[in-house]
């Protein structure tokens, strides 16, 4: 392949395949729908790369050696060479052995992690079915290419960005943008890789893959990151200390040493005992050796350190930068209100929602309902499910027809205006109603599901209630964020989710409501953006991108 053909596939972001016609895509990417060849699928690899983020490894032996460079290895390796040129042969081994020690421990603590995240990355890698010469074959995603033709199904996780030549679904974003409830994806939108779909399917054209992704090129800016170790800073700090208490004892010792007629030997041998004990030569190894177990410790409670100086770098935080979906909230949509209407009551909102949603499946919303009607004991018993439609985003609905004492009715749950517009007989004040309980609903930040029943078997649908869906926080999350504050950390919520989401989850939590939209923020100049961010308690509607230049402002 030329490289003209690289340069037309490689020339846009996945983001801007959403302003494009799937066959302008197509071409872009010289592609069909009928998918790539086996030999031209050769060729991109050799061009792409696989689907994966290369990650830089260096050897053992390097990553052994390296243990030796350093600004602290640096003190101890000076105060070996002048014991040597002394000839105190015993200390100078005696400090290269806590130097190796140090090193060695570090080492067997940092493979064995590696090793421990290397068997989850095999056990977790994702499958994917794409179209190859005709034939759809379930493939390992690192090798797909950009132009492969992969299909999606429910509960799928995203294997590359991809844009959807046909269906439609729903797909949970949050592990790229922390959007807690699930996106509508229609034709020709793009999916993004990392993502896992919630609802529907359809077939979609790779688009992107690996580093040029867009979770590829969140984790490129973890890549960029290099965070100073704080464990090394407070050992310098010590060191620089001592070093100038030495410097002064051994100043001293010289002009005396000069007065009286000293030897320039014996100034030596001074010199490398303020030295000697200026640099805290057990320190690191003590450190390493007390880290290690604690490593030891966290590991037996699930938790993986791949790297000793962590554990301390946790331990010295003052700011604590919290995701939202997932870390302060569960991570799983919940019934909140139940707002009945039409001369119907509680129980007949969950009743017919519970109805209208399949035990089967992996559709998010329809646990969520099943799971509020075993809570609060909904009685079914008298209800028969004869058949059962899914939601499809098309359609925005899911319905079931249900026997009850020998007769037939619809239940129906979905977008509440496309359940409303199905409803016969509706007054203008139960539509204002229903229409003012879902704008106060988003005000805050939910999901407003429509209940809607049928009289008999018919399409003569009775408008029922209005049911909220969000995601509630963790049991422990506001617990945890005063106990934070009582030890003079200050959580901050980082969420892509949208403001009212935000500032609810907030208020809920205790967390503050200084919530601020990082629309706003990017307006501001730096001076403004440094007094916001002392004084904010979280931002809103912000991308992986905006994580990265807030922790650096911090």
Known sequence: MNKRTKTNLAAKNSSDYKAI?????????????DGLKSSEVQRRLQIFGF??????????????LLRYWGPMPWLLELAIVLSVILKHYLEAGIIFALLTINAIIGQIETRGSQRALEALKERLAVKASALRDGNWINIEAKEL????????????????????????????????????LPVDIQQSAIVYSGSIVRRGGGTCVVVNTGANSY????AELVKIAKPKSHQEQIMLAIVRYMMLLGVGALTLVAVYATVTGIGILSILTFAVIFLMGAVPVAL????????????????????????LDSIEDAASIDVLCLDKTGTITQNKLSVGNVVPSNGYDR????????????????????????????????????????????????????????VTGGKRFKAIKGAPQMVLSFCRGL???????ANQTVEELSLKGYRALGVARSVD???????????????????????????????????????????????????QVSLGNRIIGMEEFRKMDEAQEAKIIAEADGFAEIYPEDKYRIVTLL
Do not use: C, W
């Open 215 to 218: 979770f590829g090129k969140t």
């Open 457 to 507: 078997y018919t399409n003569n649908l009775r408008f029922v209630g209005i049911l909220s869906l969000a995601d509630p926080p963790r049991p422990d999350s506001k617990d945890m964020i005063q106990k934070a504050k009582q030890l003079g950390v200050k959580p901050m919520m980082l969420t892509g989710d949208n403001i009212a989401i935000a500032r609810e989850i907030a208020h």
């Open 284 to 307: 690191p190894a003590v450190m390493t050796i007390v880290q290690s177990v604690g490593a030891t410790e966290l590991a037996r409670k699930g938790v993986l350190v791949t790297r």
């Open 347 to 402: 129980e007949d909102v969950i009743v017919m929602a519970t109805l209208a949603s399949q035990e089967q499946g992996e559709d998010a919303i329809d646990a969520a309902v099943l799971d509020y009607g075993r809570a609060v004991n909904v009685n079914l018993s008298s209800y028969k499910k004869v058949s059962f439609t899914p939601f499809e985003p098309s359609t925005k609905r899911s319905e079931a027809v249900v």
């Open 51 to 64: 689907n994966e983020i290369v990650e830089k490894k260096k050897s053992p032996v390097t990553e052994f």
């Open 21 to 33: 016609s799937i066959s302008e895509a197509l071409e872009l990417l010289k592609t069909s729908a």
């Open 145 to 180: 290419v950009p132009g492969d033709i992969i299909s999606v199904g429910l509960g799928d996780i995203v294997p590359a960005d991809a844009k959807l030549l046909t269906g439609d679904l729903s797909s949970d974003q949050s592990s790229l943008t922390g959007e807690s």
């Open 427 to 433: 007054d203008e004040t139960t539509i204002t109603k």
